[in-house]
């Protein structure tokens, strides 16, 4: 059974005046398996937030299912799904969504606290977390005090300090410069390594190309995907970069 | 053409930011329409005929210097809301390619459109109600003159010229604050990085020890007059304390809240505390602002009212008979001559006009700093007036037996710790404490503290004649009479003291000085003075609720607009709505009802201080004095909850809108 289950989601979003309808994603089926590091591609529009976002639990899709861990979170009600958030799923943004009113260390306790473990359990599970971090020595800084490749680890932190089955990642390194994406990309497979589902949306080739599985996005469909098994992380960037080409090439050849 | 389009961008500016903008045109209007009020009650110069006295003038006066500064202040303070959240648009416009004198114009066509609908409306506003403040004011001063409503252009002008130097500043103020700022720093606007506050150990005890200096006075002052010597110091040293408290306190006290991490690391806390320090932060000063406008409110309101309320209580002490008569330094024959003079106009044909009541006393001049009586700890300059036990007897209808050397007491502040004290050559034992006293409205006002001695007849006699025979000048011997009316009108009783004036004429010719007071002629000058009072707390009370509530509006809406990203993020980590609604409602109603709270504190230990207040005016009644402040705090809090859904339900709509 898949960890991840998504089941022919359909997304139509009414504006609010006048009532017309777009078609966000349109069907989308795919499933990810425990253990993998998955990457959704696609230009902005092409329903990629949505559809993470309906992975996320804070949107509801018009049709279709979302299974994780052979549980559907589209019938869930809001109490139970913000608890379910809190155990099953890591979050990482691209503009980190730390707290400016905690310290790194309080933002990284946040989902435990809402989760009302002990305060002595807390700092036990946080310190092997921060030393694979490396942010063992700035968790007591506040998050405009520290560099953003360090506020992404912060995040990083806190979305691992659940637990949870799947992390899902949002441009995780949509606000970093190239070395601080070339530390979270090495952190991101360390932690797969371990075992970490990931889940992340980008249209950065670079940090596609790091994944184990590459799936395209276009017109709220699922297009094509690309799995990585023996090539390098060069091989695996030039078969993303001509994949994008060829989709490119056939919007302008529709035309 | 080019202005046009310029006037067009004002307004769309305006209906575009409505949600704060409307609110400080309401704000403006209103301000504006109670200054005019204020104005036309004193500065029409018809009015002057209608107040009996100045009291109400220079009382209405004062209220609207208050006003003014009140002003300024206050429309200063909301506009400094408005140019933060309008900063970024600011910017845009900048960016956008409008320069800054264009977006200088625009800022003054806004300011025009808001000036103009002030002076209109405020204007309408202002004088629909006038005419029905006109109309209170002249029952509460009781004032039985016809209503008539006289125009006049002298409030109209001092407004208007008021409220455009206020607007011209706050216009001043708005450019000089776009001007300093690159559009960069505009477009970033209120979202500059905010740090974590520091504690503030130094401030924090400075604070406690102000504001426990001011308590402590407070608890301890023993007599009006200390009351009014001190009350200013008192009131600065508890606002010190209040701000220092608000600042500091609050900070250093949510800092060792985070400190205990078993505390700290719960869900219901967690997100409360770090909240509530840096709200604490950014509007401490306001918060400490809004408690002491409160307490100034309740102060006003609870006092004035007292005072009102309690007027006829205050005449009946203070002047216990419809007429009382004192003559002081006349030769012993006019006693006597006037006691027969009094007794024949109260009686006409035979009928019986009224009950008189005449007396001895011995009191000492109000004017002298020479000490009249010692007793071991008794230092302060004091009042005394002495009577003796027949009279006292008689006008107390008792039958209390009194032997030489020994003394009734009665002294409201106990400052006698003795039993014993000397007046003049004799030493005297106390033999008794007692309640109440016939005349004590006779004493300087109740500021000083009064000794009220019953001597035996006797040591009344051999005491009088040891302090008048010249070496104390302290010390007069008083004839008084007190005429009480025997079922007579109010008019009655004037005509009755009228004829009564000019037969005692003859006593004042011969140098004695002669006061001659009506109790009815005094209750008018009273009720102008109270009810000016009373009329000045409730319109500076309610301009400062006013105040009080935008501010808090204004506060909530603001922070709304910056939690709700926070309270995305929490959703996003894990936290449910309904923690999320949780979490805010106890910050919002800790920021709203602290300072409230805190205000009710301080009038509670003011109590005792308003108490001693009031009784320098006379107002003994403390129950009803208790009741009235009770009613104000209630009333106040009550239209402060109603502020509080309000504003809660606006937030909530904000927070949300996610």
């Known amino acids: 059974m898949p960890l991840l289950d998504v089941k022919n989601v359909k997304k139509v979003y009414t504006t609010r005046f006048g009532g017309n309808q777009v078609q966000a994603l349109s069907d989308v089926s795919f499933s990810v398996e425990e253990g993998e590091y998955a990457a959704i591609m696609g230009e902005s529009g092409s329903g990629k937030t949505t559809l993470l976002n309906i992975l996320a639990s804070l949107d509801k899709p018009t049709s279709g299912d979302v299974v994780i861990h052979g549980k559907s979170i589209v019938a869930m009600k809001e109490k139970e799904l913000s608890e379910y958030r809190r155990t099953n799923l890591g979050f990482i943004f691209q503009d980190f969504n730390l707290l400016d009113t905690f310290s790194l260390k309080d933002n990284i306790f946040l989902p435990l606290v809402l989760a009302k473990k002990h305060h002595s359990e807390m700092e036990k599970t946080l310190a092997p977390i921060a030393k694979k971090l490396g942010i063992t020595d700035i968790l007591d800084k506040f998050p405009y005090e520290v560099s953003g490749g360090q506020k992404q680890r912060a995040a990083a932190a806190r979305a691992l300090i659940t637990k949870p089955h799947i992390i899902l990642a949002d441009e995780p390194t949509g606000a970093l410069d190239s070395h601080a994406t070339d530390d979270l990309l090495d952190l991101f497979k360390t932690i797969n390594e371990d075992g970490q589902t990931l889940l992340m949306v980008t249209h950065s080739v670079k940090a596609a190309s790091r994944a184990k599985r590459v799936l395209f996005i276009k017109d709220g469909k699922i297009f094509h995907q690309l799995y990585k098994t023996g090539t390098s992380d060069q091989e695996m960037y030039q078969k993303i970069s001509d994949s994008l080409a060829f989709l490119a090439k056939k919007e302008t050849g529709d035309e | ?658």
Not at chain 2, 26 to 40: D, E, G, L
Not at chain 2, 135 to 140: E, G, R, S, T, Y
């Open chain 2, 1 to 658: 053409m080019n202005n046009f389009f310029f006037t067009k961008l004002a307004l769309s500016n305006i209906k575009k930011n409505a949600p704060i903008y409307v609110p400080y045109i309401i704000t403006c209007v209103i301000t504006f329409a109670m200054f005019y009020i204020i104005c036309f009650l004193s500065l029409n110069e018809s009015m002057e005929d209608i107040y009996a006295s100045g009291y109400a003038i220079s009382l209405f006066n004062m209220g609207r210097y208050v006003a003014v500064i009140f002003s300024v202040i206050f429309l200063f303070y909301t506009n400094s809301f408005i140019l933060k959240r309008r900063k970024k648009e600011i910017g845009l416009f900048n960016i956008l390619g409008l320069g800054k004198p264009h977006i200088a114009l625009v800022l003054f066509i806004e300011t025009l459109i808001t000036f103009t609908l002030t002076i209109v409306l405020g204007y309408i506003l202002g004088a629909i109600f006038c005419k029905l403040i006109f109309f209170i004011i002249l029952k509460m001063l009781h004032m039985n003159i016809a209503l008539r409503y006289i125009f006049s252009f002298k409030p109209l002008i001092m407004s208007c010229t008021v409220f455009s130097v206020i607007f011209a500043l706050i216009l001043v103020f708005n450019l000089f604050n776009i001007s300093v700022v690159n559009p960069i720093q505009l477009l970033k606007g209120s979202s500059t990085g905010e740090k974590e506050p520091k504690t503030k150990l130094i401030s924090t005890i400075l604070g406690l020890i102000f504001l426990g200096t001011g308590y402590v006075f407070s608890l301890t002052a023993s007599s009006g007059l200390s009351v009014i010597i001190f009350f200013f110091p008192i009131v600065l040293s508890v606002v010190i304390g209040t701000y220092l408290l608000f600042t500091a306190g609050s900070i250093t006290l949510l800092k060792s809240l985070k400190k205990n991490k078993s505390f700290y690391y719960q869900t219901k806390n967690f997100t409360s505390v770090s909240g509530l320090l840096y709200r604490m932060k950014q509007n401490a000063a306001g918060l400490a602002n809004i408690c002491i406008l409160s307490t100034m409110v309740l102060f006003m309101i609870s006092t004035t009212a007292s005072l009102y309320i309690g007027s006829e209580d205050a005449l009946k002490t203070n002047y216990p008979y419809d007429i009382s008569i004192d003559i002081t330094d006349a030769p012993f024959e006019f006693f006597t001559d006037t006691g027969s003079l009094i007794m024949q106009e109260a009686q006409i044909d035979g009928k019986k006009l009224a009950d008189v009541d005449i007396l001895n006393l011995l009191y000492s001049h109000s004017d002298s700093d020479k000490q009249v009586i010692s007793a071991g700890n008794t230092k302060e300059r004091s009042f005394v007036l002495c009577i003796s036990i027949s009279d006292y007897n008689r006008i107390m209808k008792k039958s209390e037996p009194l032997s030489d050397g020994e003394v009734l007491l009665y002294e409201k502040h106990h400052h006698l710790k003795e039993n014993s004290f000397v007046l003049g050559d004799t030493s005297f034992n106390v033999k008794k404490f007692i309640s109440e006293f016939p005349l004590v409205s006779l004493s300087a006002g109740s500021v000083i503290t009064s000794f009220y001695i019953v001597l035996s007849d006797s040591d009344f006699r051999s005491t009088a004649e040891f302090l008048l025979d010249g070496k104390t000048p302290a010390f007069t011997k008083n004839y008084f009479a007190g005429i009480n009316l025997l079922d007579a009108s109010p008019d009655e009783k004037m005509s009755f003291s009228r004829r009564l004036y000019s037969s005692l004429e003859l006593v004042k010719n011969k140098g004695a000085g002669l006061k001659i007071i009506a109790r009815d002629a005094q209750r008018d000058s009273l009720y102008e003075m109270y009810g000016s009072f009373l009329f000045l707390g409730i319109f500076l009370g309610t301009l400062f609720l006013m105040a009080t509530v935008l501010i808090m509006y204004y506060k909530q809406i603001t922070e709304g607009f910056e939690d709700k990203d926070r309270f995305l993020i929490m959703k996003k980590v894990g936290m449910s709505d309904e923690e999320v609604k949780r979490s805010i409602n106890r910050q919002v109603i800790m920021v709203f009802f602290l300072p409230i709270g805190a205000a009710v504190v301080h009038i509670a230990f003011a109590f005792r201080l308003m108490v001693l207040l009031l009784e320098a005016l006379y107002l003994v009644n403390i129950g009803l004095f208790f009741t009235t402040t009770l009613i104000t705090i209630a009333v106040f809090f009550l239209i402060y909850t109603v502020v509080y859904i309000r504003t809660a339900k606006t937030y909530y709509k904000i927070v949300h809108a996610a």
